[in-house]
């Protein structure tokens, strides 16, 4: 089989099942972020970080450009079908937290697998949606501890949930075996599995 | 599915999806810039009634969805309500501290959200899923193998979904057998989604790789639905503009409240 570049049918195939899975899980823990909501004290925020695991994992798996975007996407779109709300704010963001941990995994040109690289896209994938949080729900005129705390929880969200803990399923996931034939790894035959 | 709670099929069934996105985009815009709390809520009032209308799904339904919608729109908002400031105090508990102007911004973050969600329950109860990719490869020159790729996957959700149920039952079962870490907490989590990833990812590959022999790749073809732009969808804009255009009127005419800024 020849080397082709960029994404294989195969590859776009598994990135979106990826974000699909992760779908079902976001509209899970929707639930869970919604009980953490009326208190106002932005707890909720800690969980945040699990709206963009998908991104990160499924880079850690294919390690191929335009991947994080394409997951997310697709994460972000399932959760919309799974949950039947079409939500275009969801869908934004989706696409705008792609692609801030597409730009961090550009960085480090699609090959780094340390743990530090996950946090650091979950870190941008935390701060990017602020400035539109900041307009939509007029962050201008809240207590500014409130805001504090709200912004430290998202960062701290991001970099636990969406670093530390994607990379623990990604290692968990080598473990199992079925990363041999995905992505830059993929051996030349299509045995196995 | 969506057929079996239909009671009548309107014009909007038959706009193009990408229109609806695109008019989404855009009413979130809208709300976004819209400061006035009166405007808003003739917006959204006018919202409700247009997706009663014309999704066509029965009441029953809806109603439950409406529920929903009110319940996590008044939880989002909570934020504002107790915490943001303002001069006129209604209520102050511990750092609890509800003043006038808080509250009515409060309501103005939850029917911006609630006059999306009225947007979005209307395009997804009008809109077949493989007319949105459809529509994305034939008007977007989107690459067949994104599209394909999205539709098939999105057959493989009810499998996904089902997986998860079998394992929480399997582990129901197992429960007084092994160790409790393994089914909640952090260790629980991550062994769910391993489960749930591995077996998605082998059913991808093999799934790719008999699509690619097949020649589900990028290329010339032709396509067994066709969709395309019609006069629905000019008459699905008109209204959008109709209905933004006189919210903002009867806004500005009709004050309900004495506040014209929620800012």
Redesign the interface.
């Known amino acids: 089989m020849a080397v082709r570049k960029g ?15 992760f ?3 976001y509209s899970l823990w929707g639930a869970i972020y ?1 009980v953490l ?6 707890l909720n925020e800690l969980a945040y970080g699990m709206w963009f695991i998908a991104a990160v ?1 499924a880079y850690l ?1 294919l390690r191929k450009p335009g991947v994080a975007l ?1 997951a997310e996407f ?1 994460a972000g ?2 959760e ?3 949950t ?6 969801l869908i ?1 963001y989706a696409l705008l937290q792609g692609l801030a941990c597409e730009i961090i995994f550009a960085l480090f040109k699609y090959e780094s697998t340390k743990m530090m690289t996950a946090v650091y896209a979950g870190i941008a994938a935390a701060l990017i949606t602020l400035p539109i949080d900041w ?4 962050l ?4 500014t501890w ?1 805001i504090v705390l ?1 912004f430290s929880f998202r960062i701290i969200s991001g970099a636990l949930i969406a670093g530390v ?1 994607a990379h ?2 990604y290692q ?2 080598r473990e ?1 075996g ?2 041999k ?2 992505g830059k790894r993929k051996l030349n035959h ?1 045995e196995g ?1 | 599915m969506l057929e079996q709670i239909k009671n009548y099929h309107t014009f909007v069934d038959r706009t193009n999806p990408l229109t609806k996105i695109f008019i989404g985009i855009l009413l979130f815009l809208l709300v976004v810039l819209m400061h006035n709390p009166n405007q808003l809520f003739y917006l959204s009032l006018i919202m409700l009634i247009i997706m009663i209308i014309l999704s066509g799904i029965r009441l029953r339904y809806l109603a439950v969805v409406l529920v929903l919608f009110f319940v996590f729109g008044a939880f989002s908002a909570m934020y504002m309500v107790f915490y943001g400031t303002g001069e006129t105090t209604l209520f102050r508990f511990g750092l609890i501290h509800v003043t006038e102007e808080s509250l009515i911004r409060g309501i103005h973050i939850m029917m911006r959200g609630l006059t999306l969600s009225f947007f979005g329950a209307l395009v997804i109860f009008t809109t077949k899923l493989t007319d949105i990719f459809y529509s994305m490869m034939i008007q977007l020159k989107l690459k067949p193998k994104f599209a394909y790729s999205f539709m098939a996957a999105i057959r493989m959700v009810p499998i996904i979904a089902g997986e998860y149920m079998m394992l929480r039952q399997a582990r129901k079962v197992r429960k007084p057998l092994i160790h409790k870490k393994h089914i909640s907490g952090i260790k629980g989590f991550i062994t769910t989604v391993i489960t749930l990833l591995s077996q998605s990812i082998r059913r991808a590959y093999r799934l790719g790789v008999a699509m690619e022999a097949k020649q589900f790749d990028d290329g010339p073809r032709t396509y067994y639905y066709q969709t395309a732009f019609s006069k629905y969808d000019v008459l699905f804009v008109m209204m959008i503009i109709v209905i933004a255009f006189v919210s903002f009127c009867l806004g500005t005419e009709f004050n309900l409240i004495n506040v014209t800024d929620a800012r």
């Open positions: 994404l294989t049918l195969t590859d776009v195939l598994i990135t979106v099942v990826i974000g699909f899975v779908a079902v899980i919604t909501q009326p208190l106002g004290l932005h994992i798996i394409l697709a779109a399932g919309t079908i799974v039947l709300q079409f939500d275009v704010i934004v307009f939509y729900g007029y201008a005129e809240v207590a409130n709200m803990l623990l399923i968990a996931l199992t079925v990363l034939f995905v299509d599995l």
